[in-house]
Structures are given as structure tokens and as C-alpha cells.
């Protein structure tokens, strides 16, 4: 089975400065997608950006960018030019490739605190 | 347009009873999704619905949980004789299809306390 961990609980930074918030996973499967949600007080999960294991490239969309290390089973995400609006849970999450598993396993979260 | 909705926000209930749950998911997606978030944890998977059958039942942690989708839209998940460790927020998610290519986009959730 596979398991995600995320291992800072709570993260906070500057307004207008670069966080990363950490992931690890672990998988036997060689083709599967990685996700981070954000999760406001509202409860809402909402999909920040995604990355396909097969890709090289990092994904980034605006000021969200990945690291990803196959080898190293690491996942991590950079917020840059943190903004008030990006506080909430942020939730590191797997799913296989393979047709017939269709589910997320999410990791524990961490909480991202942005001061003014 | 419009996207998934929980209904009800919140519900508390006793001990012992049984609880409905409702979900409605994005018009037209077939895929839909039950997660259960307990207080400090990230949500962890129920029952996945492709249509009206139920593809993956393996989240579901025992037989007093039960889920139906008889149309292929709104679904219902089914708390028997509750116990204080259902208590938690439960997610509900469709997607277009169940192909990984689709995001799952989630509700707001029910937050079903038991008392």
C-alpha cells in the first residue's frame, strides 16, 4: 500500500516571502500522479497543482512550483511571494496510474501560517 | 457553474443512531468519491462510485457504513449504529470520469459529531 507523509506539521513565513513545504512517499508502482491540495477553513479541498511521475519537469503553476526526486520519493512544494490568502492546510496527496485505483491517499497535512 | 454540495453542513447525533449523508456531485460527472477526515489527519478514502455501481469499496471500515448512488448522480452515505469515533468531517468528490486525467473536485463536507 502506499503511504504519504508529510512531516511539518505547522509552517509559517513572512508575507511576501518563499516557503517549502515538505513530502515524502512511498510507492512500488514506477507510474503514478502526485497532487498538493489546499484545504481553507472552509473545509473546500482545492487542487494547487499536480505532477505526473513520468515527467521530468517540475510542474509550476504562478507562484506554486514542485521539486520532485523520483529516486528520492520526495515531493515538495515552493510557495513564492506568499500572500495572506494563501494561509490554510496543505495536503500532499498520491494516486496510481493504474486503471482500477481511482482513489487519493493524502498525507497528514501541514498548516501554513503567513504573517503580515 | 455550480460544484459539489454536502448536505447537511453539520449534523450531530447520538450514539447508537443512524445517519444520513448526502452528496451532489458536479452535473454530468460519473466519477464520485466519499473521504473521511478525522480531526488532525488528512481524508482518507471510503467508496468510489463509477455511475450508479460502486468500483472500489475497500475504504469503508466496516459494515455499518454504506453507500448507494441509485441514479448515477447524488449519492447517500449510511451510518448504522453510530459510535463516537465516526465522528469526523466526511468529503464528497466527483470527477468527469474516473480516469486519473480528471481532477476530483471536492465539497465543502458534512462534519458529523457524535455525541
Known amino acids: 500500500a502506499q503511504t504519504v507523509t508529510q512531516s511539518q506539521p505547522e509552517m509559517s513565513v513572512q508575507e511576501a516571502e518563499t516557503v517549502t513545504l515538505s513530502c515524502t512517499y512511498d510507492t512500488s508502482e514506477s507510474d503514478y500522479y502526485l497532487f498538493w491540495y489546499k484545504q481553507p477553513p472552509s473545509r473546500q479541498m482545492i487542487l494547487v497543482i499536480r505532477?505526473?511521475?513520468?515527467?521530468?519537469q517540475n510542474a509550476t503553476e504562478n507562484r506554486f512550483s514542485v521539486n520532485f526526486q523520483k529516486a528520492a520519493k520526495s515531493f515538495s512544494l515552493k510557495i513564492s511571494d506568499s500572500q495572506l490568502g494563501d494561509a490554510a492546510m496543505y495536503f500532499c496527496a498520491y494516486r496510481s496510474a493504474n486503471k482500477g485505483a481511482q482513489k487519493l491517499v493524502f498525507g497528514q497535512g501541514t498548516r501554513l501560517t503567513i504573517n503580515p | 457553474g455550480a460544484g459539489v454540495s454536502q448536505t447537511p453542513s453539520n449534523k450531530v447525533t447520538e450514539k447508537g443512531k443512524y445517519v444520513e449523508l448526502r452528496c451532489d456531485p458536479i452535473s454530468g460527472h460519473t466519477a464520485l468519491y466519499w473521504y473521511r477526515q478525522s480531526l488532525g489527519q488528512g481524508p482518507e478514502f471510503l467508496i468510489y462510485f463509477q455511475g450508479t455501481g460502486a468500483a472500489d469499496d475497500s475504504g469503508l471500515p466496516n459494515d455499518r457504513f454504506f453507500a448507494v448512488r441509485p441514479e448515477g448522480s447524488v449519492s447517500t452515505l449510511k451510518i448504522q449504529r453510530t459510535e463516537r469515533g465516526d465522528s469526523a468531517v466526511y468529503l464528497c468528490?466527483?470527477?468527469?470520469?474516473?480516469?486519473?486525467?480528471?481532477?476530483?473536485?471536492f465539497g465543502p463536507g458534512t462534519r458529523l459529531t457524535v455525541t
Open positions: 505532477q505526473e511521475a513520468y515527467k521530468q
Open positions: 468528490a466527483s470527477s468527469l470520469t474516473g480516469t486519473v486525467f480528471y481532477e476530483q473536485y
